[in-house]
């Protein structure tokens, strides 16, 4: 009955292990906003869920069965990394989000950092304000629930209590990192073309009428021009964002 105890324990630690590792990092459920005790409490529900469809085993003991040993460590090190993975993959594609949002700010003249509460670092307003927004657009599709998908589905190609081979998933990372830089260029390319012709615009004025104080009209008209243009791509830059983010998800190696 001790060793039965045992075991359920020890693999309830395990699954426990890459759940807490997904939901520490990844960056719906890591902002400062979502308190670490909440994030704590959903990983030991959710592992309780999956402990109840995993059968015991103890593979991953070599010597003996203990918490100590040195396959159910490293078995354990193997379960917090894929989680991290996980996460990380998430991570590195919302970073999209702040990308965007900070080359808009940087060519708009809005570029002073400030804590947006949702990211875990200061940034310019509209990193900020894309940060939140795609998060909302990114719950409000359901892809909160991919991800979540994709934790489960690593249950049946990385049981529990082996220590997995994580290269092809390793692998993707750089692919993820280039088409979250192109998928932010493209969301901040309208706001970016149109500040450009207003650049283009004053200086063409600056020309034809020296007295006028260019410099003072720049950055109300940026700001300006920013504020317009932003609110009519908006939400096509965060449609691109969630049907990449699905793709990302979908694709990833599991």
Known sequence: METVLFLTASQFALILARLLALLMIAPMFSGKIVPIRFRAILAVLLAILMALHQKTTVSCFVNSLSWTDAGFLSALLGELFLGLLLGATALLFFGALQTAGTIIA???????????????????????????????????????????????????????????????LVKTLPDVFILGFQVSVQMALPVLAVILLAQLGLAILNRVMPQLDVFGLAFPVNVLVLLFVLSMTIGGALMLFENQYEKVIQNLPL
Not at 131 to 155: E, Q
């Open 106 to 168: 940087y060519v708009g003249g809005i570029s002073f950092p400030m804590d947006g509460g949702l990211s875990n670092d200061a940034a310019p307003i509209t990193a900020s304000f894309f940060y939140l927004l795609g998060t909302a657009v990114v719950f409000f599709c359901g892809g909160h629930l991919l991800l979540m998908d994709a934790i489960l589905k690593t249950f049946a190609s990385y049981p529990v209590g082996t220590v997995p081979s994580l290269m092809e």
